[in-house]
């Protein structure tokens, strides 16, 4: 196209963007009028897509990371035939594909789910990593940022990694339309400010002006000829650009225009370009065969083996079996255990450092491109990028993501590393899988069945040494549980998982010697749970004590409850859980002060049956 047209398009997109928030009678028009020029050119001249097949391994990616624009995103759908005008006006409306920000569930053109801002150019990370290091297919990832959302510390970690990584396949379009929510940004257009944070980040970068469709042509070239490092164009515009009541004026984000029909005709009506975009080159993706002979590590009845050593050994396993399968960590990874994966499968391994929101991004963004992505840290840190796990389920990602070091029996470390919260952050996840297994075996048969869940996947490792209890034939399906004890005179339930299903087999012991039987239940899928058995275990012991090294709330506990939240009779239910602030000291004698250990277990028990006994 040529400028004149490039300028026509840009206005087509502004009107359509304007067009579709009234409908609506909601919206960001202003937010999408300031980038129009840019996508315009990007639609026309740069991007390489066939919208006919979204799947295409040539395809360039883009990543709407100031996601309330979505308007603009949909007027560039119309302008490249992928959506009608009829679907246009079905914005935010229900039902439509269209929503108030885009996610890839409703529609197969958008990479992520974005709208909490800072994301977008993370995720960018993680889809360029894919092209880079696994795809090995030349297409290019764009992703356009708000200038409002630089002041997110997610973007710094995506820029410090992008650098480091040398993603020339790479580049950030940064809308610096001078305008927040509340009034003027951080820099207002103060694009240098912006070039100095990316540059000190290894980035190429280029100030323009956003709406001179010629600069902006020539920055995305230089964009594409950029070798050996990202490249982000600083883009100069005006929110609300072309309607004098609204350009650069402050109190209409997230409104639609006050006068639509009036701003449309100042725009120069209503058009209706069509764009040819560019074909993405032949291309074919060169992910390994994805199913091969798993063997899995085996460990004998007795041993003593710690389910972090179980959880590498099983995912350097699974990585030989499927070459789908990719490992990230937080620079943990000797403790986590992901390094065995590492060191056999050193090309699909990425090293995230400690940014755990950019860990979770890169993740989500491998998982875009099909991989099937394990991603690890300690428990205790996923709860800093719960934003972006939150998000990607929104995304319908599929995520495996492996927690070590949980709960009070990690010891000496202290509060600020353990895992006590991680249990009910995942379990409110929408469609989430939550697993904490007690011994090797099972955590090597729950690594490989993650794998082949949907949306995301949460493994709770320990960290000291556990017995095996399980043979290594043992099968353990999830929204399964094991009875590991159980007779006639039951007098209650146990239910326990990870490291207090040891402490309640103690406890059954000690109990059994005082003439106390009870039955325990390894409840090692927490979510789905195993309703079933758990209505079985109530109906044959009136009463249910669970045990688990994690808050009260949203634990183990409340899982088990939800098994009886359909109308039937709910059966006496005791929850021992930690509920003080743990300080330093031994895994054993922090069990204790927490009151979940065995001779807790075993008190609680007593007095539940009425056989207290004074001392």
């Known amino acids: ?35 129009a020029d840019l996508m315009a050119v990007l639609l026309a001249h740069h991007l390489r897509y066939d919208f006919d097949r979204p799947a295409h391994p040539g395809n360039d990616r883009f990543v ?7 308007p603009l995103l949909y007027a560039t759908y119309k302008a490249a035939g992928a959506i009608n005008e009829t679907e246009l006006m079905t914005f935010r409306k229900l039902g439509s594909r269209l929503e108030g920000h885009p996610t890839p569930r409703r529609l197969p053109w958008v990479e992520t789910a974005t709208g909490s ?23 290019r990832v764009w992703v356009l940022c708000g200038d409002s959302e630089m002041a997110e510390g997610s973007v710094w970690e995506a820029a410090e990694h992008a650098g480091h990584e040398h993603l020339d396949n790479l580049t950030a379009i940064v809308d610096v339309n001078r305008l927040g929510q509340r009034g003027p940004t951080r820099h207002g257009h103060d694009l240098d400010a912006y070039a100095r944070r990316f540059q000190a980040f290894g980035w190429h970068t280029i100030e323009v002006d956003g709406h001179d469709v010629d600069a902006v042509d020539r920055a995305y070239g230089e964009a594409v000829s950029t070798i050996g490092q990202p490249t982000a164009i600083l883009a100069r515009t005006l929110k609300g650009r072309g309607v004098e009541s609204a350009q650069d004026r402050e109190g209409l984000h997230g409104k639609p225009l006050p006068d639509a029909d009036e701003a449309i005709t100042e725009l120069g009506g209503i058009r209706d370009i069509r764009v040819e975009v560019q074909p993405p080159p032949a291309a074919r993706m060169l992910h390994a065969v994805r199913a091969g002979h798993l063997e899995l590590p085996r460990f004998e009845l007795g041993d003593q083996v710690a389910t972090r050593d179980a959880f590498g050994k099983a995912l350097a396993a699974l990585g030989a079996a499927r070459g789908d399968v990719v490992a990230l960590d937080g620079e943990v990874s000797d403790s986590t255990r992901s390094e065995f994966f590492a060191k056999e499968h050193p090309d699909r391994f990425f090293e995230c450092y400690i940014a755990e929101q950019q860990l979770v991004a890169a993740a989500v963004g491998l998982a875009a491109r099909g991989w099937v992505p394990y991603a690890s840290t300690f428990a205790a840190f996923f709860t800093r990028a719960h934003d972006f796990i939150r998000m990607a389920s929104i995304s319908g990602s599929g995520i495996n993501f492996v927690g070590s070091h949980a709960g009070v029996a990690i010891g000496q470390d202290g509060p600020s590393q353990m895992g ?26 729950l690594v490989a ?33 094991k009875v590991l004890r159980v007779s006639a005179q039951d007098r209650l339930t146990l239910v326990a998982a990870g490291v207090t299903v040891n402490e309640a087999l103690a406890a059954a012991d000690m109990l059994d010697r005082d003439g106390i039987p009870v039955q325990v239940i390894d409840l090692y899928s927490v979510k789905p749970v195993d309703r079933g058995t758990l209505r079985d275990a109530a109906e044959h012991t009136g009463c249910l004590l669970t045990v688990e090294d994690h808050r009260e709330e949203g634990g183990l506990g409340d899982a088990v409850l939800d098994a009886f939240l359909d109308g039937r009779p709910t059966p006496r239910l005791v929850r021992l859980a930690v509920r003080t602030m743990p300080g330093s000291a031994s895994p054993e004698e922090q069990l204790h002060a927490a009151g979940i250990d065995r001779e807790s277990i075993a008190a609680s028990a007593k007095l539940l049956v009425e056989q207290a006994v004074v001392r």
């Not at 709407?64 to 979505?70: D, M, P, Q």
């Not at 069945?449 to 040494?465: F, H, K, Q, V």
Request: a positive charge; glycine letters at 12%; one cysteine or more.
């Open 1 to 35: 196209m040529k400028s004149r047209q490039l300028t026509d398009l840009g206005q087509q997109l502004r009107v359509d963007s304007v067009r579709a928030a009234a409908a609506a009678g909601s919206g960001h028009p202003t937010s999408s009028m300031s980038a």
């Open 420 to 445: 006590l919260e991680d249990l009910a952050m995942f379990r409110a996840l929408h469609d989430s899988t939550v697993l904490y297994p007690c011994d090797a075996n099972q955590t090597a048969h």
């Open 117 to 139: 801002l800072g994301q977008g150019l993370p995720v960018g990370v993680g889809i360029a990593l894919s092209g880079k290091r696994l795809d090995r297919v030349g297409y």
């Open 64 to 70: 709407l990371s100031k996601g309330h624009a979505s």
């Open 449 to 481: 069945a993650m794998a082949g869940c949907e949306g995301i996947r949460y493994l709770r490792t320990s960290r000291g040494a556990s017995p095996v209890i399980y043979g290594p034939n043992e099968d353990f399906p999830i929204g399964g549980s």
